[in-house]
């Protein structure tokens, strides 16, 4: 069973008490962190902060430092565009820009029902389907606007089934 948010922060008070006051275990516990809910959630870095007596601005400074941590939540469908070469002269920044407004993200936010995050990529290894993305492992090419904002919504009726 899947913990609620709040239960979570419960568990990770719990953990930050085993650590002594101030930076010394900062990394272990934003490990923790990001071991129970994924990513490193606001809420998180505010229990942090306030348990272990460090400011929010050194909290952040660390996460950003660190490629592995996160502070976006893993989403359900990873969206790639590729941005190499070939796609840019067949229109890739078009495609981009139709799954930022679409989505209303930028690239490597997740949206906020959770479903997607786009990703830029350097080239998948279809060239010749210019301009391509991937949603997970499933490959799209020769994508048009229309084509993306398609697949896009058959992603989102996809999961509205499975919550059905
Ligand atoms: S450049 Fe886009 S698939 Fe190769």
Not at 57 to 65: A, D, K, Q
Request: charged share 30%.
């Amino acid at each position: 069973m899947k913990l609620k948010k709040e239960e979570l922060l419960e568990q990770l008070k719990e953990e930050i008490k085993k650590h002594p006051k101030g930076q010394k275990d900062l990394i272990e516990v934003l490990h923790k962190t990001q071991e129970l809910f994924g990513y490193i959630p606001q809420e998180a870095i505010s229990l942090i902060s306030k348990e272990l007596g460090v400011y929010r601005s050194v909290i952040y400074g660390v996460i950003t430092f660190y490629h592995f941590f996160t502070l976006q939540p893993p989403s359900k469908y990873n969206v790639k565009v590729c941005l190499g070469t070939a796609c840019y002269v067949k229109g890739a920044d078009k495609i981009l820009n139709t799954l930022k407004r679409e989505l209303n993200v930028e690239l490597e936010q997740t949206t906020e029902d959770g479903l997607f995050k786009i990703q830029g990529a350097r080239c998948l290894g279809a060239c010749g389907l210019a301009p391509v993305m991937m949603v997970d492992e499933e490959v799209y090419g020769k994508l048009t606007e229309d084509k993306v904002i398609q697949i896009i919504n058959e992603y989102r009726e996809k999961a509205s089934e499975e919550v059905k």
